[in-house]
């Protein structure tokens, strides 16, 4: 138990660091997708392939059209031929309610995060469904 926590948290911290691939300003978010100890894909928050790079309207608010580090993660993976059957999903701040929905659906059985989000519906939703959620602070 003591050597997963070590390897949580050092997910973790690798999830940290993707985050600061993010353009946006106001909050950036990374994601690691882990498959027996494997990474088998990863995301950060940002706009669609393609877009432009700025995540907030002149009026600081975050574009509709901007994907969450989970998103990102999960259909990379999609992309990818690997599959999320039964894997650990690490990211930074606590999943929404739409992310959470995607993660039930594409078998990801634990999400372990850093930082709770003030709304906290993805939680509920992902317990309800059996998923392991786990909050795990790190430096």
Not at 53 to 59: H, L, M, R, T, V
Request: glycine share 6%; charged share 30%.
């Amino acid at each position: 138990m003591e050597k997963q926590i070590l390897l949580d948290k050092r997910y973790l911290k690798m999830a940290q660091i993707w985050a600061e691939n993010s353009y946006c300003k106001r909050r950036k978010v990374g994601a690691l997708l882990v498959k027996d100890k494997m990474i088998i894909s990863d995301g950060y928050n940002g706009t669609p392939s393609g877009f432009e790079n700025i995540c907030e309207d002149d009026k600081n608010k975050t574009k509709n059209y901007v994907l969450h580090a989970e998103a990102n993660a999960i259909t990379k993976v999609a992309k990818s031929g690997n599959s999320s059957e039964n894997a650990t999903l690490y990211v930074t701040t606590s999943p929404c309610i739409e992310c959470s929905k995607l993660i039930i659906q594409s078998g990801i059985k634990r999400v372990v995060f850093a930082e709770k989000y003030r709304i906290t519906d993805g939680i509920e939703i992902l317990e309800r469904a059996g998923v392991a959620v786990e909050e795990l602070k790190v430096l």
